[in-house]
Each structure stands twice: as C-alpha cells, then as structure tokens.
C-alpha cells in the first residue's frame, strides 16, 4: 500500500471512527463521530467521502449503517484490528476505566529520574487532561503497573506521554513485600 498523509483533521476523524468501530464492531453514524469530535455532521459528511476516497473507509447503507473502518485505516494509523483484545486497567484520578493499550514505548529509562511512556490506546481519551494522574495495569503477558502524571496528550492518535512516577510487574510482589530476585 503506498503512503498515505492524512490531515490532523482526517486523522482525528479517522481515528475516532476505529475507535467507536472497534468499541462497538458495528458501523457508526457520522453524527456520532461528529459530535465526538466537535464538527457538524454535514461538514464531518465531506471528511468521510474524502476518506472514503482515499479507500480507509466504506459506507454501510441500511438502517444499521454507517461507516466502517478498511484494512487501510489501520495500517494508516499504525493499528492492528485485534479481534478479542486483552483488557487493561486505566485509573484517573481514582475512577476505573476498562482501556486497550495499543502500545507503550519508554522513551528515556536510561534516566530513572525522568522516565516517561509514551502510551497509545484503542480509544478515545479525550477525557483526560495535562497533569491527570494516572495508572496504568496492563495485563498481557506482563502484569506491568505504571503510574504517573499526563505530560502530554495528542487525542487525534490516542497517545499520552506519562511522567513515571512507579513502574513495576506484580509477579515480583508477595504478599505485598517484594521477593528476591532469582539466582543468576
């Protein structure tokens, strides 16, 4: 597939679809993007023809229909359409919420006193604010705990830069009271 550029506009639309599509598995309204993302649905219309043409979405008539993602969305957006995706544990200022993390990327832990994680997600988190504190559990394979504050938030890719705060794998704990390390 040739490179595709995408507008922070068409991104932004673009992503709140596969957001809502793998929510729901369903086609979604242009009004509920639209509103999601704060645009008018007859000016949203226009973004999803125009993406419709670049071939990362198609229109689903009926009265289910809508707008569902391609294959080409997701590779655009550097996401993969998992079809039973392992759920994680984000926590905001002490409310719960059931999150896909995509992926976590660390960008500096060869400095533990500023060690930050770039962290993208499967939905929208347009909920959250510079200097939310936040945890993260993520439960593949893992068991990582990650805890922080929002640095940054670039809602038209679903990322936060988190400011570790902890980080650790539970598997490492017992009874609350951290186990030796294996022999070497």
């Given amino acids: 597939m040739t490179q595709i550029e995408l507008t922070p506009r068409q991104r932004t639309a ?13 086609p979604v309204a242009a009004k509920t993007i639209a509103e999601e993302t704060d645009r008018k649905p007859k000016s ?8 419709k043409e670049l071939g990362l979405v198609e229109g689903v008539r009926g009265p289910n229909g809508g707008y569902k993602p391609t294959e080409g969305a997701y590779s655009v957006l550097e996401r993969e ?17 059931d999150a896909i993390v995509d992926e976590i990327r660390f960008t500096n832990v060869h400095n533990p006193d500023k060690c930050r994680a770039q962290i ?5 988190i347009r909920g959250f604010d510079d200097g939310d504190a936040v945890a993260i559990g993520v439960t593949t394979g893992t068991e990582l705990l990650l805890a922080g ?5 670039d ?11 902890q980080l650790e ?16």
Avoid: C, K, M
């Fill in 120 to 124: 993208r997600f499967q939905q929208s």
């Fill in 44 to 51: 949203f219309r226009r973004q999803l023809v125009n993406l």
């Fill in 169 to 184: 794998t539970p598997g490492n704990w017992e009874g609350g009271r951290s186990r030796p390390p294996p022999p070497v």
């Fill in 149 to 153: 504050v929002i640095d940054v938030i």
């Fill in 81 to 97: 359409a998992v079809d039973d995706p392992e759920t994680g544990v984000l926590a905001s200022e002490f409310e719960r919420i």
């Fill in 14 to 26: 673009l992503t709140a679809l596969l957001n809502h599509y793998q929510d729901t598995g369903s």
């Fill in 155 to 165: 809602t038209t890719t679903n990322v936060i830069i988190v400011d570790i705060a």
